[in-house]
């Protein structure tokens, strides 16, 4: 399940931003911080709970990463940050065969994930808009599926991703205060016959993330 990037677009040491988003994926969380003129700290994190969902299925699942990274600010934003995060999910799902009552299909898993993410964007008064790319390593540590009584733990080979994305932000009246929204696709980079899932257990990853939030940016420069 991706989560939404975090695009600081700092610009001097001293900068920070924070901010909130909802999304496919869930809630998350976003900051970072300028260290230096050149070297700053993120932060991340998400949260979803699907358990209202009908016919007693649920999904559950939360990440938090960290990463620090190099920036500049010509003409053009630019950064590159890599770092790493760990997250943990389970789910239920309803199933039901052709001429048989339903039955209940139940997974669980944890993993950590790395990443290496490059950024250019452009800034001006009242918006800021930037595309990124971020190539993502997931490696599971457990991986549990259960169906009709039956329990199987699985160990998973490291998963790569490319995810590119587009996050846009606009600053009402040119102040601190700002709107975001974001889209990304997670694009599945093993071969076919690796892939995070398969028939037999129904373990999907997300192909697409859409999140919108609001936030803060404390250092802007809105002359």
């Given amino acids: 399940m991706p989560t939404t990037q ?39 994190g998400m949260y979803a709970d699907n358990s209202i969902d009908n016919e007693g299925e649920f999904r559950k699942h939360k990440a938090i990463e960290f990463g620090f990274g190099y920036f500049r600010k010509g003409r053009a934003h630019f950064d590159i940050f890599g770092g790493m995060g ?3 999910g389970e789910a239920t799902i309803q199933t039901w065969g052709l001429l048989s009552d339903s039955y209940e299909k139940q997974f669980s898993g944890e993993y950590k994930k790395y990443f290496l993410q490059s950024s250019l964007g452009l800034s001006r008064r009242y918006v800021e808009g930037a595309i990124s790319t971020r190539l993502t390593a997931i490696r599971f540590s457990t991986l549990h599926y259960a169906e009709e009584g039956e329990s199987i733990w699985v160990t998973k080979k490291p998963r790569v991703f490319f995810e590119p994305a587009f996050t846009f932000r606009v600053f009402p009246g040119a102040r601190k205060f700002f709107f975001v929204g974001q889209a990304s696709l997670s694009l599945f980079m ?19 993330h859409l999140s919108v939030g609001a936030g803060f940016k404390f250092g802007r420069n809105t002359d």
Avoid: C
Wanted: glycine share 8%; aromatic share 12%.
């Fill in 6 to 44: 975090n695009n600081p677009m700092l610009s001097k040491q001293g900068d920070a931003i924070a901010s909130v988003s909802s999304g496919i994926s869930g809630t998350g969380v976003q900051g970072a911080i300028a260290a230096t003129n050149h070297f700053a700290f993120t932060a991340s």
């Fill in 86 to 88: 760990w997250a943990k």
């Fill in 190 to 208: 093993n071969k076919k016959d690796e892939m995070i899932y398969d028939d037999d257990y129904n373990f999907r990853y997300e192909p697409l």
